[in-house]
């Protein structure tokens, strides 16, 4: 099993969500909510208002987010809905827990909060130069008070 930090659409309670819980798709198991170790800018981007994370480390904020286990299979679907690696690109990143719910076999195998665990996480460095002026958030709902609401992909 693979872990994964989702900080956008994929999140619980918005759009993408179900996607996670597919079984079709593969496995997915919430872990728990933690942020970026290190500042990241998370901005809203396309006409589709789409949230982006810019591969650009040490400039934004620390973007909060969850955390999964994912089989193979996840990982593969997972891949190919995120576009990686022409749209997004899958790279590790450094996750600093705030919460943890994952069952371990053992206690000594949870992590603490305010601990660090690598995640992969779907980021960008091919997006249109502008976007890194473009506001950034440290937290995405797609009904954010930011006003730019998400299209699905099934309205494109």
Not at 61 to 80: A, K, N, R
Not at 91 to 107: D, Y
Request: with cysteine.
């Amino acid at each position: 099993m693979a872990r994964v930090f989702v900080y956008g659409t994929l999140k619980k309670g918005q759009p993408n969500h179900s996607f996670m819980t597919t079984r079709t798709n593969g496995r997915a198991e919430f872990q728990g909510r933690g942020r970026t170790a290190d500042l990241y800018p998370l901005v809203i981007g396309s006409k589709h208002n789409i949230p982006y994370l810019l591969n650009v480390p040490g400039k934004g904020h620390h973007v909060t987010g969850e955390i999964y286990s994912v089989d193979d299979q996840m990982l593969q679907f997972l891949d190919e809905f995120e576009g990686c690696p022409d749209t997004y690109q899958r790279t590790p990143v450094r996750i600093e827990i705030l919460e943890w719910e994952g069952k371990s076999s053992a206690p000594e195998e949870r992590p603490a909060v305010n601990s660090i665990m690598e995640c992969f996480v779907y980021s960008t460095t091919t997006y249109p130069p502008e976007w890194i002026n473009l506001p950034y958030y440290d937290n995405y709902d797609s009904l954010g008070k930011h006003g730019l609401r998400y299209n699905p992909r099934e309205n494109r």
